[in-house]
């Protein structure tokens, strides 16, 4: 008898238990939603919960999102209870979307896009987001535009402490376009990753973040395009107070209208920004100010931006093109002390760049840039572009103008290809190893052209 009384007041003690945390949970998780959603701050998008309804296992809940115009409702049913070890909460939100907004395709349509989410007690969230593929039409004003939709999957991970976010998505495929015509939009594995850490010391985002997109494709009968095997890196790393940021995007093609490029890539740094100052004008800037305000607050900023002795490098731009290949790379470094009110640009400023390119597509560069200067003129003096007198004209520029690159010296022949060196140190410039101070109004005025 004393056995049976003692399991049962131990069941009815876990019973009430289970009971509590529940309630404890539903409690947490009501305070935490609602204060998310009341801290939450962006200059185009605006938040608010509409009602909140707490049960002892589950509660529901209703948010609104509102972004340039359009109105969003989240549905959320969130159970709090019980659940595993260490979980606070499992949330599952769909999107109220009218029918005849453009977002019901994706947001409220047989494919909707779906968020299950998981909370836990140290802080740490899980989010997977869902869509079906679905195809249909969408309403427009030039008639309705047919879809086919390959679904999405995406996943984001947030830790607490220290502070990271870790993600990916994966959308196979999205066709638009008119019903009846040759226009429209292919896009196909588009794919995304994302892994950062917040640094305590800057509050500053560091990380990698990976797009890859295997093709990109837009029919129109006049001007079609086409990408293929796009990967863009982007990452920003910390060195003790120095910031780091680097670019680099490779294309395996991209073609337009007549014009085709083959493997390109560009990489760009920004290197040894201070770190604080960096996120301090991070924290300052708001993309709803004028443009005159972003300067201004820029230019408040750049003394302390430029303590560490920042340097932009393009370390390297390439590209084949049928007309040959180019490669060009360039380094500016700042050597000064962030006072911008004395400013020397002659010892403050190094510069290096190099360039070389097949010398047929610098003629074909050199060909567009001079029909584009005698094509502005003959505008202006109602001269018939197809005569003749201005093909004569346009071939004896173009000529000349090469001529006069290979005699000044500003571009040097080797073998098939041209080249060009430049060089900014301590006041003086150099093109191709020769002093070019005297040629420096010149140099200027041929790149301002």
């Given at each position: 008898?004393?056995?049976?009384?003692?399991l049962?007041?131990?069941?009815?003690?876990?019973?009430?238990?289970?009971?509590?945390?529940?309630?404890?949970?539903?409690?947490?998780?009501?305070?935490?939603?609602?204060?998310?959603?009341?801290?939450?701050?962006?200059?185009?998008?605006?938040?608010?919960?509409?009602?909140?309804?707490?049960?002892?296992?589950?509660?529901?809940?209703?948010?609104?999102?509102?972004?340039?115009?359009?109105?969003?409702?989240?549905?959320?049913?969130?159970?709090?209870?019980?659940?595993?070890?260490?979980?606070?909460?499992?949330?599952?939100?769909q999107?109220?979307?009218?029918?005849?907004?453009?977002?019901?395709?994706?947001?409220?349509?047989?494919?909707?896009?779906?968020?299950?989410?998981?909370?836990?007690?140290?802080?740490?969230?899980?989010?997977?987001?869902?869509?079906?593929?679905?195809?249909?039409?969408?309403?427009?004003?030039?008639?309705?535009?047919?879809?086919?939709?390959?679904?999405?999957?995406?996943?984001?991970?947030?830790?607490?402490?220290?502070?990271?976010?870790?993600?990916?998505?994966?959308?196979?495929?999205?066709q638009?376009?008119?019903?009846?015509d040759?226009?429209?939009?292919?896009?196909?594995?588009?794919?995304?990753?994302?892994?950062?850490?917040?640094?305590?010391?800057?509050?500053?985002?560091?990380?990698?973040?990976q797009?890859q997109?295997?093709?990109?494709?837009v029919?129109?009968?006049?001007e079609?395009?086409?990408?293929?095997?796009?990967?863009?890196?982007?990452?920003?790393?910390?060195?003790?107070?120095?910031?780091?940021?680097?670019?680099?995007?490779?294309?395996?093609?991209?073609?337009?209208?007549?014009?085709?490029l083959?493997?390109?890539?560009?990489?760009?740094?920004?290197?040894?920004?201070?770190?604080?100052?960096?996120?301090?004008?991070?924290?300052?800037?708001?993309?709803?100010?004028?443009?005159?305000?972003?300067?201004?607050?820029?230019?408040?900023?750049?003394?302390?931006?430029?303590?560490?002795?920042?340097?932009?490098?393009?370390?390297?731009?390439?590209f084949?093109?049928?007309?040959?290949?180019?490669?060009?790379?360039?380094?500016?470094?700042?050597?000064?002390?962030?006072?911008?009110?004395?400013?020397?640009?002659?010892?403050?400023?190094?510069?290096?760049?190099?360039?070389?390119?097949s010398?047929?597509?610098?003629?074909?560069?050199?060909?567009?840039?001079?029909?584009?200067?005698?094509?502005?003129?003959?505008?202006?003096?109602?001269w018939?572009?197809?005569?003749?007198?201005?093909?004569?004209?346009?071939?004896q520029?173009?000529?000349?103008?090469?001529?006069?690159?290979?005699?000044?010296?500003?571009?040097?022949?080797?073998?098939?290809?041209?080249?060009?060196?430049?060089?900014?140190?301590?006041?003086q410039?150099?093109?191709?190893?020769?002093?070019?101070?005297?040629?420096?109004?010149?140099?200027?005025?041929?790149?301002?052209?």
């Amino acid at each position: 008898m004393n056995m049976l009384r003692r399991l049962t007041i131990a069941a009815m003690f876990i019973g009430a238990l289970a009971i509590a945390s529940c309630w404890y949970a539903g409690q947490r998780i009501e305070d935490g939603f609602t204060a998310q959603l009341a801290h939450f701050q962006h200059p185009h998008l605006q938040a608010s919960l509409l009602d909140y309804r707490r049960g002892l296992l589950r509660s529901e809940a209703r948010s609104q999102w509102q972004y340039q115009g359009q109105t969003l409702t989240l549905q959320h049913r969130i159970q709090h209870g019980p659940l595993p070890l260490g979980n606070l909460a499992r949330i599952h939100s769909q999107f109220e979307v009218d029918p005849g907004q453009p977002l019901h395709v994706l947001l409220g349509s047989d494919s909707a896009l779906q968020i299950h989410s998981r909370v836990h007690l140290n802080g740490n969230q899980q989010h997977r987001f869902s869509s079906a593929p679905g195809q249909g039409l969408i309403d427009s004003r030039d008639g309705p535009i047919a879809y086919a939709w390959g679904g999405l999957q995406a996943e984001l991970h947030i830790q607490r402490g220290p502070r990271t976010i870790a993600g990916q998505l994966d959308m196979p495929s999205l066709q638009l376009g008119h019903k009846g015509d040759d226009e429209g939009l292919i896009l196909t594995g588009l794919q995304l990753q994302l892994d950062a850490q917040q640094q305590a010391q800057s509050q500053v985002w560091t990380g990698p973040l990976q797009l890859q997109l295997q093709t990109l494709r837009v029919d129109h009968p006049i001007e079609p395009a086409r990408l293929e095997g796009l990967s863009l890196h982007l990452e920003s790393s910390i060195d003790g107070e120095r910031l780091d940021i680097s670019h680099r995007l490779q294309l395996a093609q991209l073609s337009f209208e007549a014009s085709r490029l083959d493997d390109l890539q560009l990489d760009v740094r920004l290197g040894q920004l201070d770190a604080r100052a960096f996120a301090s004008l991070l924290k300052a800037l708001n993309p709803s100010q004028e443009a005159s305000q972003l300067q201004q607050q820029l230019l408040r900023s750049m003394p302390e931006l430029l303590v560490q002795q920042p340097y932009l490098a393009l370390q390297q731009l390439r590209f084949t093109h049928p007309q040959g290949s180019l490669q060009l790379s360039a380094r500016l470094d700042y050597q000064g002390n962030g006072n911008l009110m004395q400013f020397r640009p002659a010892q403050e400023l190094v510069f290096h760049a190099q360039l070389r390119a097949s010398a047929e597509l610098l003629k074909k560069m050199i060909a567009v840039q001079q029909q584009r200067e005698l094509s502005r003129l003959a505008e202006l003096v109602g001269w018939d572009q197809d005569s003749e007198d201005f093909q004569s004209l346009l071939d004896q520029s173009i000529h000349a103008q090469q001529q006069l690159l290979l005699q000044r010296g500003w571009l040097l022949e080797d073998g098939e290809d041209w080249l060009a060196e430049a060089r900014f140190t301590e006041g003086q410039l150099r093109i191709n190893g020769q002093p070019a101070n005297a040629l420096r109004g010149e140099v200027l005025k041929y790149l301002l052209r």
